[in-house]
Nanobody, 125 residues
């Protein structure tokens, strides 16, 4: 599987914005679905959103739809999570993930085989 490294986490104010980056190494990045997850202390890991490799299909959780956007540049082997209208409940460690499965299967299972190390996002005044 590809190697993934997240960056861009930090502190943001409620209502503010933050953009996370996910840099991938290895071949065939355009064939991988990129997903974003988050995990707050004491809570289960939560699916945030994902984008397919070449067709650029997207799928978002209800909690972030309309506020967060997943994008990617296959030539740069990079994906992003643009987070807007941030809320304190968005505070979590955010992870990017990649998998070569078809998009419909991913929507059903939320399974990803490759994971980054995570980056902390804190939303507070």
């Amino acid at each position: 599987q590809v190697q993934l490294v997240e960056s861009g986490g930090g502190l943001a104010q409620p209502g503010g914005s933050l953009r996370l980056s996910c840099a991938a190494s290895g071949q065939g990045f355009s064939n991988y679905i990129v997903g974003w997850f988050r995990q707050a202390p004491g809570k289960a890991r939560e699916f945030v959103g994902a984008m397919s490799g070449n067709t650029m299909m997207t799928y978002y959780s209800n909690d972030v739809r309309g506020r967060f956007l997943v994008s990617r540049d296959n030539g740069k082997n990079t994906a992003w999570l643009q987070m807007n209208s941030l809320k304190p409940e968005d505070t979590a460690v955010y992870y990017c993930a990649a998998d070569s499965s078809d998009f419909a299967s991913m929507v059903r299972t939320k399974r990803f085989r490759s994971w980054g190390q995570g980056t902390q996002v804190t939303v507070a005044s």
